[in-house]
């Protein structure tokens, strides 16, 4: 289910914020170095610094990734990407010559119609072989957004 309160702007300013933190916290881990406290001081403030980043540049993008639509043009794909990820080399807007293809994972869902292998997970991959996870969506949504992007002659893998 998508946030109701912690959502857009505010949802992007706590994000800025845990960024702050971390820089503030190699930060620390640095003087404590310098002033040579214990071992342990400057290591507790890298893995705080390290969980921090991977909150805020691995796990909510991907969250943000299923709450936000996939909008498909006729030349391209547009999706979001953070702008750590843009320097990565993920981009937002991807045209069939940037994608080497979709990876769908399928599952058995009951329908109406009994068990039905459906996707449920969509994966770009890039030619360069990054990968942007767009998280679990609806099967219907996933079938059309697939037959759209085979007619930009994007296929899947």
Not at 15 to 25: H, I, K, S, T
Not at 54 to 61: D, F, K, Q, R
Not at 93 to 121: A, C, W, Y
Request: hydrophobic share 45%; aromatic share 10%.
């Amino acid at each position: 289910m998508p946030r109701k309160w912690m959502r857009g702007k505010k949802w992007n300013i706590l994000e800025n914020l845990g960024r702050f933190v971390g820089v503030f916290l190699i930060f620390m881990a640095i003087l404590s170095a310098i002033y040579g406290l214990e071992i342990v001081y400057p290591v507790i403030f890298l893995i705080g610094a390290l969980l921090i980043f991977y909150i805020t540049e691995v796990i909510s993008p991907d969250a943000q990734r299923v709450i936000r639509p996939i909008r498909v043009y006729k030349n391209g794909v547009l999706v979001y990407t953070t702008s750590f990820e843009k320097a990565l080399g993920k981009k937002s807007f991807m045209t069939s010559d940037d994608l080497r293809g979709i990876k769908v994972k399928r599952m058995n869902l009951q329908t109406e119609n009994g068990i039905q292998n459906l996707p449920t997970h969509l994966t770009f991959v890039l030619k360069n072989n990054m990968k942007i996870k767009m998280g679990r969506r609806n099967c219907t949504e996933l079938m059309s957004i697939i037959d759209l992007l085979d007619g930009l002659g994007i296929k899947e893998l």
